[in-house]
């Protein structure tokens, strides 16, 4: 399927064929890293700006990286230490940067909504690299990538994502991604970090580990924030840990030997993955890290690369 | 064509010397003395005089030809934020006022959440002071129920009274503290103004910019669910039957709420309630637009609200319609949405919108709209307005239920844009407004702003306060009307 979008901004929005265009593109360019010259020229000349306005390292570097082995200019801006500390909105901000012609912003913001905020306001492609708890879709993506490796198909296939599912913009691209995938989603976690209407969005709710990880495909562990515990939504860390923490105990005696584990990292080791889990053979966390690499240098050039100049990229 | 030329006239301030004005040919709606009919109306001096069938004009009185209009008395908006003192860069007395008047509003009750606080009769005396210079309609202030808004000690609600106050709430913000909010409320008891109640559990609704529900799931917005109003409706209805105390509930939004208010009347306790056009009209569903000008507080509910909000309207439950017109800057209300100020402005749109899709499709009857706006509002905060029987001010309110138009919010007399109905092709709204005998506005125009013969005469008639303290006191003030 063509790729016709302006912007990158929520799998909501995707059309299952334009969810397969994304993963077989970034599929195609998996090889690149393996090259000694690590470099094709199918974005010569473009800019691109990695706005990012929470602290982010492997998101940031993945674009950065694929940015710079598509031959495109790729220039990072951290708020923090940039003209918000000076008090100029968001929106300022990035119509200032528009102003300098970039071709693709990709922007990281704690608020829901803020990648759309952009793309109404400027003319150059947006993507949306997290955007508070609503969407971070090229993390779907390149979770999508690595279960198919792995899975050869996506049709039928159960997975279930365990966790603060409130908080989680990983969980919602997901959720949308998946459902449209014809994968059936289970969410599990402590009832307080699951949304009340999770259900309307399709998919299965858990109030056990146990039971959720029975028979599933892949299980997705997300990362705690600790202030969640602040906030009076779990009493403790350690309570949290062992009842919704991941062991190779638990791991052994409920899921299916064949079980993938994903996470989207940073892990908080010994909390929602115990180390045994994390460095198993079922584990696929480096894998989903090099694919986010392929993932973004399919979503840039499909964004950015000129329609003409389709077939350069395997140059 | 001479009636028209007199409204001009009367625009540039030319005719304020004369104190005769009759509106002829209209259809009057006064529900407070159950009036329907084809009626003209006599002002004279600022008061109506006569209200009948094809009334004589005197000499030299100024003639309105309202054929084809619906004739009200001026219509009441208790619940608005003018924002002056101190937000004049969101709104001043001058500019609310008149957005007032555009809207079809001949009076507006302003809400204590300014800088500083309407805590103490200074601040009253300020905003009464500025309404009589700069206001172009009548201005009634709400005091503050707590110092500075903290919900911590009680303002000097005697002397707010007695400045000019005609109710106390710190809206905005709920009164946590439900001891400390008995107290206000049996304090007040002799003073003759409601407590009115923001009803938010501040613990439940933390962190919300939006209903919790299907919306603020997807979208990843952090919810403040329904629960967080019901609880405190339920809360103030409680406390009202301990104190005897008039409760008005401000801007109700959920189902729920509107249950509680319908058993609390049904038990006869003091408690109203309002609601405003935005919960009547849209659902959490315009949040999907990420549009900060879907945001207020409470937030959008569902269609399931919506529809008991109406039923509440229609069958009573729901006292009045007021906006909680809440003006912001553009820069307040771009951007991100769970950083954008809660709040829309409502004045210069209320009542189109409420004619276009409530009346106009037959789910709501005009005569109940308009006595939402007019009867009812007086009637719960002592007001010796919303009727056009002879002896009572002379505001009037003329609709016209066929003029089409689109709302364009940069024609706004507000000084503020934030609305969710920008671009809404509405028919029916406001099509001329008169204070105290004279036009103020006309099809939305407008006298410019200080033009001495806009500005009311500075005697405003004062509430109807009740007699001395003591004659409300808990026993008597639950047979008592409202």
Known sequence: ?315 | MTTMRVVKDLMLGLGARGGTLVVKNGHVIDPASAVDAAHDVLIVDGVVRDIGPRLAAPEQATVVDATGKIVCPGFIDIHVHLREPGFEYKETIATGTRAAAAGGFTAVCCMANTHPVNDNRSITDYILARAKTEGVVRVYPIGAVTRNLKGEELSELAELAEAGCVGYSDDGKPVMNAGLYRRAMEYTLPFGAPIISHAEDAHLSTGGAMNEGVVSTELGIAGAPAAAEDIMVARDIVLAELTGAHVHLAHLSTAGSVRLVRDAKARGLRVTAEAAPHHLLLTEDAVRTWDPNAKMNPPLRTKRDTEALLEGLADGTIDCVATDHAPHALSEKEGEFDRAAFGIVGLETAVAVLLDRLVRPGRLPLKTLVARLTADPARLLNLPLGSLVPGRPGDVTILDLHRELTIDPARFHSRSRNTPFGGWTVTGGPWMTIVNGHVISSEGGFAPLRTKGATPPSELPRPNLPPGQGSAGKAGARTESM
């Open chain 1, 1 to 315: 399927m063509a790729w016709t979008r302006k912007d990158l901004l929520a799998m909501r929005d995707l059309e299952p064929g334009e969810i397969l265009t994304l993963v077989d593109t970034a599929a195609s360019l998996e090889e690149i890293a393996s090259r000694d010259i690590k470099k094709v020229p199918a974005l010569r000349g473009k800019t691109i700006v990695n706005l990012f306005y929470e602290p982010s390292t492997r998101t940031r570097t993945s674009f950065e990286i694929a940015g710079k082995w598509l031959s495109a200019d790729v220039i990072n801006f951290t708020a923090s230490a940039s003209s918000t500390t000076k008090g100029e909105t968001f929106v300022d901000t990035a119509k200032n940067i528009e102003a300098m012609s970039p071709d693709v912003v990709v922007v990281r913001h704690s608020a829901s909504g803020a990648a759309e905020l952009l793309a109404r306001e400027l003319d150059c492609s947006i993507v949306n690299a997290g955007d508070g708890a609503h969407e971070h879709p090229t993390q779907a993506l390149l979770d999508l990538l690595t279960i198919r490796e792995k899975k050869r198909h996506f049709e039928g296939l159960q997975v279930a994502i365990v966790g603060d599912i409130t908080h989680s913009r990983v969980a919602r691209s997901n959720i949308h991604a998946m459902r449209k995938l014809g994968v059936t989603v289970t969410v599990a976690g402590p009832p307080t970090l699951i949304p009340p209407f999770i259900g309307e969005l399709g998919v299965k709710v858990a109030y056990r580990l146990e039971e959720a990880i029975r028979d599933v495909d892949v299980i997705m562990m997300l990362r705690l924030q600790h202030e969640r515990m602040a906030a009076g939504l779990i009493p403790s860390v350690r309570e949290y840990s062992r009842y919704w923490g991941l062991s190779l105990d638990k791991l052994q005696k409920h899921a299916r030997p064949d079980v993938l584990i994903m996470h989207p990292g940073p892990v908080n080791r010994g909390v929602e993955l115990s180390p045994e889990v994390a460095d198993s053979h079922y584990s696929v966390i480096l894998d989903q890290v090099s694919k986010g690499v392929a993932v973004r240098m399919a979503v840039l050039f499909l964004l950015a690369g000129s329609r003409s100049s389709e077939g350069q990229v395997r140059a």
